[in-house]
């Protein structure tokens, strides 16, 4: 799962299996979450969002879900492909006093072995 | 659309040299934000911009660095003097609702 902090968890799948990747976000208030994938070299890029008002949500090959309960979310990706490798990032909207920053979480790498 | 451009994407500049790091947002985003990205630190925002006018800049580390927003379509991040503890990528982004695209980054290097 992914924490804030200096390390960087890992986590590793097999080429066609389906990804989880974790994130445990900070604040109850915030209302909006985001996902980023991050490949080597190149900047952030948006995969999928979510309000606070849903708890699933779908794109393609990809869905999130929220548990508001215990403050979670998740990503999942759907037959993992050699191109998913890169580092995963969620982010929340409710540490400032604007619902547009965004803080980030540290990051999970994905792998996806041949 | 062309996505939020940077320049220049590489960097590498001596320690007390003045760096300027140029961001043009997505046409149409009111937001603009400009991060910095390293191994130890992870993602940090440094300010942001609504309607070219800065709203938050707490994350700017130190007087060395400054940011203008002259016009909607154009940012700039200066470092001046630079050191070798503010080598990073640094990243612009760009919204208009909450959704924030990134640009590429520029790597810079700080010898």
């Known amino acids: 799962g992914e924490s804030v902090g200096l390390h960087l968890p890992t986590l590793s799948v097999q080429e066609g299996d389906n990804s989880i990747i974790n994130c445990a976000y900070s604040?109850?208030?915030?209302?909006?979450f985001i996902w980023y994938k991050q490949e080597s070299g190149k900047g952030p890029q948006f995969i999928i969002d979510?309000?606070?008002?849903?708890d699933k949500r779908q794109g393609q090959r990809v869905t999130v879900l929220l548990n508001k309960t215990v403050k979670h979310l998740s990503l999942q990706i759907a037959a993992t492909q050699p191109g998913d490798s890169a580092v995963y990032f969620c982010a929340e909207n409710g540490d400032s006093g604007s619902a547009r920053q965004l803080t980030f979480g540290s990051g999970t790498q994905l792998t996806v072995l041949p | 659309d062309a996505g939020v451009i940077q320049s220049p994407r590489h960097e590498v500049t001596e320690m007390g040299q003045e760096v300027t790091l140029r961001c043009k947002p997505i046409?149409?985003?009111?937001?603009l934000f400009w991060y910095r990205q390293t191994m130890m630190r992870g993602l940090e925002l440094l300010i942001y911009?609504?309607?070219?006018?800065?709203?938050?800049d707490s994350g700017m580390p130190e007087d060395r660095f400054s940011a203008k927003m002259p016009n909607a379509s154009f940012s700039t991040l200066k470092i001046q003097p630079s050191e070798p503890r503010d080598s990073a990528v640094y990243f612009c982004?760009?919204?208009?609702?909450?959704?924030?695209?990134f640009g590429p980054g520029t790597r810079l290097l700080v010898l």
């Open positions: 046409s149409g985003h009111d937001y």
């Open positions: 979510i309000r606070s008002n849903m």
């Open positions: 604040n109850s208030a915030s209302d909006y």
């Open positions: 982004a760009s919204s208009e609702q909450e959704t924030q695209y």
């Open positions: 911009f609504n309607n070219n006018v800065p709203i938050d």
